[in-house]
């Protein structure tokens, strides 16, 4: 298994400005992804990010509002981008198991957007 | 995109009974694997099926996946107050690069 740490765990921040959120791993993974759980809802995924290349984004995420780096293989960041209240959020990062198909998940962010 | 639904959305037991979760799909699937979240916190994975197997056992877990129904159920025998979390079921597709497509969740409470 994978342990995983994400920063800050938890902010409130105001409309229009921008907070990056950091995702660390205590091994190295070829895939890390970022999700977003809206309040009361389930996961939805909003890219991959892979070591080397720029991020694969799933459809309604865009990389202007949602940029991520990948610097190497035990870190990623997500950044959102001029945020509004609709941004608020549990932000998840995971990884995929080295020989399984499980994914392994951080403790999470909750970003509140006043 | 959600791949499917589970249901019930909430569910509410006392401790010692069976907990049972349904979680339907939409297209085929590698495996399909059930989540446990504790008050908003990370996700804890708690066991994978493959397309090709009927059940899975894993301590008071058991999983069944019909492919044909595109559904899956997780029961969870003899509850306990520790139970009590948001369970997601999730699929995997051949050629996803291990991305998952999360249902909807079902929140389950156990009271003591």
């Known amino acids: 298994s994978a342990v995983i740490s994400q920063k800050p765990s938890r902010d409130i921040c105001q409309r229009g400005t921008s907070l990056t959120i950091q995702c660390q791993v205590d091994?190295?993974?070829?895939?890390m992804f970022w999700y977003r759980q809206q309040p009361g809802q389930s996961l939805t995924l909003i890219a991959t990010?892979?070591?080397?290349?720029?991020?694969?984004?799933e459809s309604g995420f865009v990389i202007d509002k949602f940029p991520i780096s990948r610097p190497n293989l035990t870190f990623s960041t997500l950044t959102v981008s001029n945020m509004s209240p609709e941004d608020s959020s549990i932000y998840l990062c995971?990884?995929?198991?080295?020989?399984?198909?499980?994914?392994?998940f951080g403790p999470g962010t909750r970003l509140t957007v006043l | 995109s959600q791949q499917g639904e589970e249901d019930p959305q909430a569910l509410s037991i006392q401790e010692g009974e069976n907990a049972t979760m349904n979680c339907s799909y939409k297209?085929?699937?590698?495996?399909l694997q059930w989540y446990r979240q504790n008050s908003g916190r990370g996700l804890v994975h708690l066991i994978l099926?493959?397309?090709?197997?009927r059940e899975k056992h894993s301590g008071r877990l058991r999983v069944t996946l019909d492919t044909s129904k595109k559904s899956s159920s997780l029961l969870i025998t003899a509850s306990r107050a520790a139970d009590t979390a948001s369970y997601f079921c999730?699929?995997?597709?051949?050629?996803?690069?291990?991305?998952?497509?999360f249902g909807s969740g079902t929140q389950l409470t156990v009271l003591p």
């Open positions: 995971s990884v995929g198991g080295r020989s399984t198909d499980t994914q392994y």
């Open positions: 091994s190295q993974v070829t895939m």
């Open positions: 297209t085929s699937i590698n495996n």
């Open positions: 990010a892979n070591q080397g290349s720029e991020a694969t984004y």
């Open positions: 999730a699929t995997q597709t051949s050629g996803s690069a291990r991305q998952l497509t």
């Open positions: 099926i493959r397309s090709n197997e």
